[in-house]
């Protein structure tokens, strides 16, 4: 690689592509990943779900070669992994591990700072970049970059192992449950934080999680995974709308988030437009529910609808990004307002 090219940030995601990918331990009855073919788009937000054990960690650790899969190839753009060293191949993707991994005899900063020195970038660079990014993921660089990673809580260390990955603006971020040791608000900024770096850099990111809200939130498309096996790759309407089985529908609950989703009107999660709006979008009544919105994207093949007043005129519009925040945000507050019912009664 030429200085220069080690000197550019990365714009833009990579596309993947995992062609019959297995993986089988030794002395293990079953694989953990068992012929897994999938074609990821280039800047795409793709969740893996499912249950503990299901071969999402195995999976992920096979796309930067921590470990090699037994059978079958993985694509990074035009490259076979195999080509490449798996030192060079590692530098250009963003990891984030279920357990942080943050070195403990190194600082906060020099933590952070790990990639753009290996890609020898120069020191005043890299020193902003740390901060813009301890900023960023809510850690005052003034009071925690010198620190060490034992002197901060889990959830603390959580956040440096996401600022650590997007230091160097990776092509790739591979993300195993990188909130899962985090509170409630907490989870919900980073979530957002996440969201909206995606969205300015659009690189491709897998992620694994446990918590379908979570992929709900997050997800371009949902991969379920069962012992190894892709149950159903789809869009996140599409998964809850119509799981492709039993084991789908009750991982997602899917019966639950459609429950809950009768229950929001729709007036709540859409968004104002300034008197314009495409007309080719189908309409619906401001006065019905999430479900009937659903129903109708569905049914229209069209991910965004017109919200029409009783005079049938254009007042919102309704996309299935604002479905996805609504059903996410509504458990909190469903939960909040059980207790404050509790607590009224008592
Ligand atoms: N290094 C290893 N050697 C042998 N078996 C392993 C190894 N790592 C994982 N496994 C087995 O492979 C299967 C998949 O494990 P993996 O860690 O990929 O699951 P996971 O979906 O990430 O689970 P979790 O949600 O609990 O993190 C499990 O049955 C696990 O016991
Ligand atoms: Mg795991």
Redesign the pocket.
Known sequence: MSRQQQERDPQGGSAIRLENLSKQ?PN?PHP?VDNVSLDIEPGEFVVFL??????????LKMVNRIYEPTGGKIWIDKTEVHELAAPQLRRQIGYVI?QTGLFPHMRIADNVATVPRLLKWKKARINRRVEELLDLVGLPPESYARRYPAQLSGGEQQRVGLARALAAEPSTMLMD?PFGALDAITRNRLQEELLRIHRQIKQTILF?T?DIDEAVRLADRIVV?RQGKVEQFATPLEIISNPANDFVAELVGAEDVLRRMSLIPIASAATAINGQRNVDDPTISGSSFLRDAIGTMVETGSERLSVVDEDGHPVKSLTMEDIQQAVSTSDAEENASERRATSASD
């Open positions: 331990y293990s953990a499912g249950p503990s054990g299901c071969g999402k960690t195995t999976l279920q449950e694994v446990h995974l």
